[in-house]
């Protein structure tokens, strides 16, 4: 049996019902000419009547998500747990070739947003002052314009985690 997890409709389990074993030459989803390899595709029939084909990967994920009895919440967990740790990587790689100052303002964004997500306000506010001190450089450089929008969505998210975090005085400055 097999579990598979989808953004609009949640889990569903499922039953592997027939294997495409690898085509010679064949590129991902069993294409013609592909330059992957061979790429074997397992049937799966969802207990709502739905059929999937499947690569391996996905099939060892699956097959552990059920084995492991993964639930919703469980899943969606470490689907965000895996995005947060792409923007930390993010935030350390973006600093390596210059010019991507923006984006790592973007990335200290995200990260507090997802901060944020998580009622964790204080490391909200840590990122968005990261954030607003790169795009404040920037604008003070004049790669940014005085009126740059980044800078106000900033400032505005600034307000909203110090109204998480409880400070109405410091969000209303901000706002």
Not at 54 to 79: G, I, K, P, Y
Request: glycine fraction near 8%.
């Amino acid at each position: 049996r097999v579990r598979r997890f989808y953004a609009l409709h949640g889990a569903c389990d499922g039953t592997v019902v027939a294997w495409l074993p690898p085509v010679p030459g064949a590129g991902a989803g069993g294409e013609a000419g592909g330059d992957d390899g061979e790429v074997a595709l397992w049937r799966v029939l969802h207990d709502d009547g739905d059929v999937e084909e499947v690569e391996e990967d996905e099939l060892d994920e699956a097959l552990a998500a059920h084995r492991e009895d993964r639930t919703l919440a469980q899943e969606t967990e470490l689907v965000l747990e895996a995005g947060w740790e792409a923007l930390e990587m993010a935030i350390h790689l973006f600093p390596l070739v210059s010019g991507n100052e923006v984006q790592l303002a973007e990335a200290h964004e995200r990260l507090a947003d997802a901060a944020l997500l998580n009622e964790q306000p204080h490391r909200a506010l840590e990122e968005l002052h990261k954030a607003r001190a790169l795009l404040h450089a920037l604008r003070d450089r004049k790669v940014l314009p005085h009126d740059d929008r980044h800078l106000a969505d900033v400032d505005f998210s600034l307000g909203i985690a110090q109204l998480q975090a409880g400070d109405a005085a410091a969000a209303h400055r901000a706002l």
